[in-house]
T-cell receptor, first 115, second 115 residues
Framework: SAVISQKPSRDICQRGTSLTIQCQVDSQVTMMFWYRQQPGQSLTLIATANQGSEATYESGFVIDKFPISRPNLTFSTLTVSNMSPEDSSIYLC????????????FGQGTRLTVV | AQKVTQAQTEISVVEKEDVTLDCVYETRDTTYYLFWYKQPPSGELVFLIRRNSFDEQNEISGRYSWNFQKSTSSFNFTITASQVVDSAVYFCALSARTSYDKVIFGPGTSLSVIP
C-alpha cells in the first residue's frame, strides 16, 4: 500500500494569488496524478506527473495555470496560479504503485476556497 | 474513449434496506480495471474494490457485493442491510491499465441512508 500526505489540507486564498499543494508518498512511485473535484462534482484528472519529465495535461488544463513539479519519486507539487473563485475545489494527489495498479491510492485532498 | 456512467444521481433508502448502485462503462481496451470508491462527507476517498476485466466473478465483502457483467459493460454495487454510516457519494471508476494509465471517474451517486 501507499500512504500519501497532502499539504495543506485546506486553505482560503485571495483571488489573484497562487497556492502550491504538496504531495508526499511513503514509497517510490513512477506515476503521480493530480485530480480536481469541484463542489458537488466528480473527480477530473488535471495531469499526470512522471519523474524527470514534464507533466502531461488533460484537455482543458494548461501548464501556466497548473504548473507541476516532480523532483523525485516520492514527491510532487501542484500550483494553482492566479486563482479565481472558480478554482475553489478539492485537489487530490493519486499514485499508482505498479504497472498493474492494483489500487489507485489517494491523498486526503486539499480543500481550496478562493475569495 | 473511456467513459463511466452512473445514472443514479441521488438515492435515499431507509436503514436496513438493500440498495444497488449502477455503473456502466465504455472502453475499447481489452484489459482494464474497474473500481468503486466511497467518499463520505469528510471528503476522503475510500477504496472499496478493484476488478480486472478478465475476472467476472462476483465478489462479496461483508454487506457489500459487486456484480460485474462484461456483456452489458456493467459493474454494479449492492449494499445489503444499509446503515446510516453508508451515507456517502460512491464513485465507479475505470482504468485502461495499459501502462500506468489514469483512472476515469463516473459522476458519482449520492446515497442517503435514513434512520
Amino acid at each position: 500500500s501507499a500512504v500519501i500526505s497532502q499539504k495543506p489540507s485546506r486553505d482560503i486564498c485571495q483571488r489573484g494569488t497562487s497556492l502550491t499543494i504538496q504531495c508526499q508518498v511513503d514509497s517510490q512511485v513512477t506515476m503521480m496524478f493530480w485530480y480536481r473535484q469541484q463542489p458537488g462534482q466528480s473527480l477530473t484528472l488535471i495531469a499526470t506527473a512522471n519523474q524527470g519529465s514534464e507533466a502531461t495535461y488533460e484537455s482543458g488544463f494548461v501548464i501556466d495555470k497548473f504548473p507541476i513539479s516532480r523532483p523525485n519519486l516520492t514527491f510532487s507539487t501542484l500550483t494553482v496560479s492566479n486563482m479565481s473563485p472558480e478554482d475553489s475545489s478539492i485537489y487530490l494527489c493519486s499514485v499508482a504503485l505498479d504497472t498493474l495498479n492494483t489500487e489507485a491510492f489517494f491523498g486526503q485532498g486539499t480543500r481550496l476556497t478562493v475569495v | 474513449a473511456q467513459k463511466v456512467t452512473q445514472a443514479q444521481t441521488e438515492i435515499s433508502v431507509v436503514e436496513k434496506e438493500d440498495v444497488t448502485l449502477d455503473c456502466v462503462y465504455e472502453t475499447r481496451d481489452t484489459t482494464y480495471y474497474l473500481f468503486w470508491y466511497k467518499q463520505p462527507p469528510s471528503g476522503e476517498l475510500v477504496f472499496l474494490i478493484r476488478r480486472n476485466s478478465f475476472d467476472e466473478q462476483n465478489e462479496i465483502s461483508g454487506r457489500y457485493s459487486w456484480n460485474f457483467q462484461k456483456s452489458t459493460s456493467s459493474f454494479n454495487f449492492t449494499i445489503t442491510a444499509s446503515q446510516v454510516v453508508d451515507s456517502a457519494v460512491y464513485f465507479c471508476a475505470l482504468s485502461a491499465r495499459t501502462s500506468y494509465d489514469k483512472v476515469i471517474f463516473g459522476p458519482g451517486t449520492s446515497l442517503s441512508v435514513i434512520p
